[in-house]
């Protein structure tokens, strides 16, 4: 079966390879799949029946397989999704379509959101790769961009360079006979594209000598491959969003930003930094308590659970205390200033918040450890509550 599960693997498209050759546990899975799927033919062919469960699987894999071969029909669909997620979950590119002037203008539109976003500090809870960040500051991409893009692409390519520059380079690539022409999935145009040559300039004899790829030719090949991927397939979405953004924001006042930067005005801070929270937040108190000292104690309580919560929790309850996704990259992205109003004694009832104005509402707990419960609970539930 070896040989048969090598030619499947070998008729699947030249980027997929790179893809499966640098994860191993997407090559055992597709092994795997391949191996069942022979399987169930030799069964087939012998004449045993298969069992209800067997049935169901093939039906499965005859509807994934009858929508991969409508993949192009499915990209020039103008209401497929604007965007989508290459690589790391919660970061997205532009997702190729039809190019209606319909779909362009709602690229456009979202320019004009991250505008105004800006304008306003605004977070906006649209993480986007860094490659489409840079192209929005007017930057061109590099390379090496490609790992925040498609790691594992990047790291197939990255390996590529690196074996045209070993001493038995030539006998390599002769052995693994990689095609110039790249075949994308279909987020990217479901299109076969020829990273060497021109379609229209390459002849018959030209592409027979070039059909491979060389050591002499990997740079310009990957180069060109990452180009692509990034920014020539989706070229006309990222136009779309810039021009939308530049009706908002002039293009002068993003000169000086790098991607990174523009990154923290528009996602602001992925890790909560307790130090910095402390500084922007004020208390209000409502408990009528006679004690400054167990108002102040209250208070380090407070900030004592906050820091021993985790990464998620904390992001939750900035969500929940403010309705931002994360945590401003300043002072200024909070309008207004979160504030904590302690209420009276109430070990019954759980922390609220009226988001509209920052504001956490959090009862006189008797304890610490009633304070920690009934804040985890309150930023799971998500109880907002407008008091």
């Known amino acids: 079966r070896s040989r048969k599960v090598t030619g499947m693997l070998l008729e ?5 390879t790179l893809v499966l050759l640098a994860n191993s546990d997407s090559l055992r899975r597709r092994v795997d799949e391949a191996l ?17 469960k ?13 929508k991969k071969s409508t993949g192009p029909s499915n990209v020039s669909d103008e209401r497929c999704p604007l965007f989508f997620q290459p690589g790391k979950t919660g970061f997205y590119s532009p997702r190729v379509g039809k190019d209606t002037p319909a779909r362009l203008n709602a690229y456009r539109n979202v320019g004009r959101i991250f505008g105004l976003c800006l304008l306003h500090n605004e977070l906006c809870p649209v993480s986007l790769n860094r490659h489409v960040l840079k192209y929005l500051l007017g930057r061109k991409p590099s390379f090496h961009d490609l790992a925040f893009y498609d790691p594992a692409l990047y790291e197939s390519l990255r390996k590529l360079l690196l074996a045209a520059r070993e001493p038995n380079a030539q006998a390599y690539f002769a052995s693994i006979e990689l095609p110039s022409r790249v075949a994308l ?9 020829q990273l060497l040559h021109d379609d229209d ?8 000598e070039t059909a491979f790829l060389t050591p002499d030719d990997v ?12 920014v020539k397939c989706r070229e006309k979405s990222l136009q779309a969003m810039s021009s939308g953004l530049g009706d908002v924001v002039p293009t002068s006042a993003l000169a000086d930003l790098t991607a990174e930067d523009l990154r923290l005005l528009l996602n602001g801070c992925g890790d909560v930094n307790v130090e910095q929270l402390k500084k922007y937040t ?14 102040v104690q209250f208070k380090r309580w407070f900030w004592q659970v906050v820091e021993r919560l985790s990464r998620k929790e904390k992001q939750d309850l900035i969500y929940f205390w403010t309705s931002s996704p994360a945590l401003p990259a300043s002072e200024e992205g909070f309008q207004p200033l979160p504030t904590v109003t302690i209420r009276p004694p109430d070990d019954n009832h759980l922390p609220t918040a009226n988001t509209c104005i920052s504001r956490l509402y959090v009862p006189f707990y008797s304890s610490k450890t009633v304070l920690r419960a009934k804040l985890r609970l309150a930023i799971k539930v998500k109880g907002f509550g407008f008091v």
Do not use: H, W
């Open 36 to 52: 069942e799927l022979l399987s169930n033919r030799e069964r087939v062919a012998s004449g045993g029946k298969k069992t209800a």
């Open 185 to 193: 999935r279909k987020e990217e145009g479901a299109s076969t594209i």
């Open 282 to 295: 004020k208390f209000n108190d409502e408990t009528a308590c006679d004690s400054v000292e167990q108002l």
């Open 54 to 66: 067997e049935e169901e699987k093939d039906k499965e894999k005859s509807g994934r397989a009858a």
């Open 12 to 16: 699947l498209p030249e980027s997929e």
């Open 201 to 208: 300039e390459a002849d018959a004899a030209a592409a027979a």
């Open 219 to 230: 740079d310009v090949y990957v180069q060109r491959y990452a180009e692509t991927v990034m």
